[in-house]
């Protein structure tokens, strides 16, 4: 039985109900985290005030930076017990869930070295004045997190907040909280002083809406569904609290015929595949110069029948989706493009060992999807990839921009002119060429356009949207 962690203390929910936690490699209840409510949250945020104004707030920069930096050895430290957590919450298999371990610890470890070098301007102005600007904490921010990816999310939100100076208040999914309550012990093991990180665990129309709706939360960062983005923003409205929104995708791979295709195929197929296609910046359209379409799907489907996909513990490409209803999800656009007659070019395989009960689903490759489908223009969050051919280089910007989303593009070519051509015209807060995203990926700011939100996490560039800026005049003579 988990609890929730405030003040550095593992505490029952007021109400007394909990949720099950679900295994998706075999769907079994394995253990129960609290279902908390509006009072659980002004616990929290209430623990969280005392500790800025008390504690937090008297820390410099340099001091802040080596508690980040001790939770950073600590997470290095259990590392693989952090991955097996998440392996067993969230599905993944086990060298991804190990991977975002370590994207954790060097989050922290980034941050860690940023937080003394965080600092305004002075700015000429008029005869016998002085004017300079600070950049303070919100306060407390509050953290709503999804399930993809627990560890990393937290990570670039909470550890750029911590840094910044706020505290930090967290409602991880009702999908995925087991690893984080154990960052927040060992965030206590590293000295953090009570109150500076809380979580705490329930339904979002619940507890997650109460944090969006409190008037002790400084600053929300959002990460999760365009449509759950708008209810967090409208709430935050209502009291002008500033939001930072990471919403969805529909990310295109835009491959011209002069790309080098050892380099492309691997990273087309591990963007749409990592994480069984849970991913927000998953590439899932893939738009193909007329030339090389045939033989780019013929390459590609080769990979995709390759494919393995069972039991986290297995540690095979793919492991299961989160949840039933994301099983449900995936096979609800698989019959649409069915019905719309839409070609399968291949698929990979589930294993035997691979449990009935488990949410399991084959990674495809359909083709030739048109561009106005729902499967070209909605986010399905799982692995199937979308194929499509594109005339000439104008015709490739259009496709690219033609949906809602705008968070990542990938575009493969060898001409040096077209490479800042397309980074430019594409409208996405990311451009990779010739690569997909490479590492961890921390120092790079990330954030979208259009329905993919706003607001940037990651990097530097973090820092500047967890802290407001105040301008101070002095005039002296
Ligand atoms: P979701 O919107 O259903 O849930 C995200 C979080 O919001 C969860 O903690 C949930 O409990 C909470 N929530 C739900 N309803 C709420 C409400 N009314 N008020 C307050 N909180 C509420 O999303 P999900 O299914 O957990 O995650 C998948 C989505 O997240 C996908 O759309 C994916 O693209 C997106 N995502 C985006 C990024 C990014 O950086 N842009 C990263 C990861 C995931």
Redesign the pocket.
Known sequence: MQHNYIANASIPSHSGKTIAVVDPSDGQVFDEIQRSTAHDMDAAVRSARHCLERVWSRLSGAERGRLLMRLSGKVTEHARELALIEQRDCGKPTRQALADALALARYFEFYAGACDKLHGQTIPYLDGYSVLTWREPHGVTGH??????PMQ?FGRSVGAALAAGNVCVV????DACLSLLRVAELAAEAGFPAGALNIVTG???EV??AL?RHAGIDHISF????R?GT??AQAAAERHCPVAL????KSPQIVFADADLDAAIPAILSGIVQNAGQT?SAGSRLLVAKELYPALLARLGEAFENLRVGPAAMDLDLGPLIRPSQQQRVWDFLSDAHAAGIPVVAQGLIVDEAPDSGFYQAPMLLADVPADHRLTQE?I?GPVLCALPFHDEDEAVLLANDTRFG?AAGIWTADGARQFRMARRVKSGQVFINNYGAGSGVELP?G?VKS??YGREKGFEALYGFTTLKTVALRHG
């Open positions: 709503i997190i999804p399930w993809n990816y999310i409602k991880p999914s009702e339904y979002g129309h997650g809406d969006a990460t999760g569904s365009s759950t209810l967090i990471e919403l969805g995708g927000c986010e969050f968070l990330f979208g993919s939100g």
